[in-house]
């Protein structure tokens, strides 16, 4: 019954204990934590110790998410290595935690669509701005 799901802790990651390096997982904008619990549980069951963290991707700003999952990392990652499995904003930070973390910590990085060159629907986005008191979603 994959339409029901335990409740997920929206506020902390989900961490899958295991003797290897550590894998963070970093979801892209407007998705949660679910777009990368697949790829969470494929890696916990091939020994990596996955870290699968949600972030407010649409509420806050680079530098305070960059600093919420450092946070994640520095608690769950501890001394181990850490590589980073990414989807579209998740590589952005992944490049921002990079510069957080000593050199010899980091790892190796799998980044799935990031928006090197920008991206078409924040552009869009910007552009076409819904007007003050306009309801939104």
């Known amino acids: ?8 802790p ?8 295991n003797d290897d390096d550590a894998v963070i997982l970093l979801h892209g904008l407007w998705r949660s934590l679910w777009a990368m619990e697949p790829m969470a549980q494929f890696l916990h069951q091939n020994g990596y ?8 991707s649409f509420r806050k700003p ?5 600093a919420l ?6 608690l769950h990652g501890g001394e181990r290595k850490v590589h ?8 952005v930070l992944a490049r921002k935690l990079l510069r957080m973390m000593p050199p010899d910590q980091a790892g190796r990085i799998v980044m799935l669509a990031p928006p090197n060159q ?3 629907i924040i552009d869009w986005a910007l552009r076409y701005k819904p ?3 306009a309801p939104t979603a």
């Open 84 to 91: 980073f499995v990414t989807h579209s904003l998740g590589g």
């Open 62 to 66: 680079m530098d305070e998410l960059a």
């Open 1 to 8: 019954m994959g339409v029901l799901r335990m409740p997920m």
């Open 49 to 56: 110790q996955s870290i699968n963290v949600p972030y407010p």
């Open 131 to 133: 007007p003050r008191g």
């Open 10 to 17: 929206w506020h902390q990651a989900v961490v899958r204990e």
């Open 69 to 74: 999952i450092h946070e994640a990392i520095q």
């Open 118 to 120: 920008g991206s078409e």
